[in-house]
């Protein structure tokens, strides 16, 4: 079992971004996936959520109308859109995913599987 994200990089502010976490192992599309994110010095801040069956997203305040999420079941990737990136988007990502129902999407103890992290730097 493996989720390998991958798109991280530098952008400039207002610039866009499209990450992607592709899993090994089992299917994504069994299964709640969430992106979290951990800026230095602080802790990890759900950002993005796809629930599976009905397929609802919940996003965190600060992400709303500038982050999507898509899944692709063909290639059992899921992927986080970007755009209008700003400064404090600044931090590591990380993909999850939850085999379960899952209750506070943003907790990170509701997911089982999580990927390495990807750098994402928005900086002029």
């Known amino acids: 079992v493996q989720l390998v994200e991958s798109g991280g990089g530098l952008v400039q502010p207002g610039g866009s971004l499209r990450l992607s976490c592709a899993a090994s192992g089992f299917t994504l599309d069994d299964h709640a996936i969430g992106w979290f994110r951990q800026a230095p010095g602080k802790g990890r801040e759900g950002v993005i959520c796809?629930?599976?069956?009905?397929?609802?997203?919940y996003y965190a305040d600060s992400v709303k109308g500038r982050f999507t999420i898509s899944r692709d079941n063909t290639k059992n990737t899921v992927y986080l859109q970007m755009d209008s990136l700003k400064s404090e988007d600044t931090a590591v990502y990380y993909c999850?995913?939850?085999?379960?129902?899952?209750?506070?999407?943003?907790?990170?103890?509701?997911?089982?599987?999580w990927g390495q992290g990807t750098q994402v730097t928005v900086s002029s």
């Open positions: 999850a995913a939850a085999p379960n129902r899952i209750s506070i999407w943003y907790s990170e103890y509701e997911y089982d599987y």
């Open positions: 796809l629930t599976r069956g009905d397929g609802r997203t």
